[in-house]
């Protein structure tokens, strides 16, 4: 992106990924960026993103904005995941194309693959096969999404793209115990258990099921390459009706190993329990990275240097880590 002075709408700004993407636009010199909070734009009243649409005309967007959590809250909101993001997919692209904004991003999930797809998942794995149970409603809602894009791309020939992004973390993520993505639901859970010298953490799951872990700032860069990308780039390396582009690292670990990198980071001394009457999830969800590789991006921080900076950044920014 050469023109910093046009109007980018970020919707989702106060969240973990939007956050980022604000602050690295900002370091790049970019200041004409448009936010709303939710208060200010409900983004599933088609009315209300339409009026903003037309007022304030942006000629970039990228919609981070979701409804999202871990398992938990996947299986006891379905209704609300996909309602909510279908709603605000189908308002925010829809009123961009009707408002004349011709370059959208659009970010997914890497959970919109099969449950069992080969690993590492390839983008031509979409639509192959049963999705997991756990959060079938919000991939769902981004397999729409995705084809919203494709959709547009080819009736209107608009430029709007798509990346999946792995499991992300860091900074300004959620931190609650029971609403919260697996690492910051074990940053939380190791902390309470080592400011109340508590003897265990009990765990979900067996601890078998392989995970792809991605810095937020690493997504916030690879958003920021695909959208400056030129259109010819973008569509040399996907197809109309296959469009969108995995983001990860590459690699995996258990989540039991997970977990052990996570109680040395906070240094929690006590012992893990895993609790097998939970769900684990699918077995594997790992990313093939090749497409964004040979579009000459790659990921810049490791897993142990990340988690680190986030339990750092949640012990000095979250109330609920603040030490009696």
Same mark, same amino acid.
């Given at each position: 992106m050469t023109d910093k002075q046009q109007k980018i709408y970020i919707a989702g700004h106060r969240g973990m990924v939007g956050t980022a993407l604000v602050e690295q636009l900002h370091e790049a010199g970019f200041n004409n960026i448009v936010v709303r909070t939710h208060a200010q734009l409900d983004?599933?009243?088609?009315a209300a993103v339409r009026d903003?649409?037309?007022? !304030?005309q942006p000629k970039k967007i990228i919609l981070a904005a979701a409804k999202v959590g871990g398992i938990y809250a996947n299986n006891i909101y379905p209704a609300e995941f996909i309602y909510q993001n279908l709603m605000m997919e189908a308002n925010v692209i829809h009123q961009a194309w009707a408002a004349g904004c011709r370059q959208l991003l659009f970010l997914g999930s890497s959970c919109i693959y099969p449950k069992l797809a080969a690993q590492p998942m390839q983008e031509s794995a979409l639509l192959t096969g049963g999705l997991e149970a756990t959060n079938e409603p919000y991939a769902i809602a981004k397999i729409a999404g995705i084809k919203l894009c !494709?959709?547009?791309n080819r009736q209107y020939g608009t430029d709007y793209?798509?990346?999946m992004p792995t499991n992300l973390y860091g900074e300004n993520d959620n931190f609650h115990l029971e609403n919260s993505h697996v690492i910051p639901a074990m940053i939380r859970k190791f902390h309470d258990a080592k400011?109340?010298?508590?003897?265990?953490?009990t765990l979900w799951g067996t601890g078998t099921a392989r995970r792809e872990f991605l810095h937020v700032d690493d997504m916030a860069s690879a958003c920021l390459h695909v959208l400056g990308l030129s259109k010819a780039h973008y569509q040399a390396c996907t197809e109309p009706?296959?469009?969108?582009?995995?983001?990860g690292t590459g690699t995996d670990v258990t989540i039991r190993e997970l977990a052990e990198t996570i109680q040395q980071v906070v240094g929690f001394k006590g012992d893990i329990i895993w609790?097998?009457?939970?769900?684990?999830?699918?077995?594997r969800k790992l990313m093939d990275i090749s497409k964004m590789k040979s579009l000459n991006w790659r990921p810049q921080i490791t897993l142990g240097n990340g988690l680190a900076s986030t339990y750092r950044w949640s012990v000095e920014h979250q109330s609920e880590f603040k030490t009696q």
């Open positions: 983004l599933t009243d088609q903003f649409m037309q007022q !304030e !494709e959709s547009y793209r798509s990346v400011t109340s010298q508590s003897a265990t953490v009706m296959l469009s969108h582009l995995n983001v609790d097998v009457s939970k769900p684990d999830g699918a077995p």
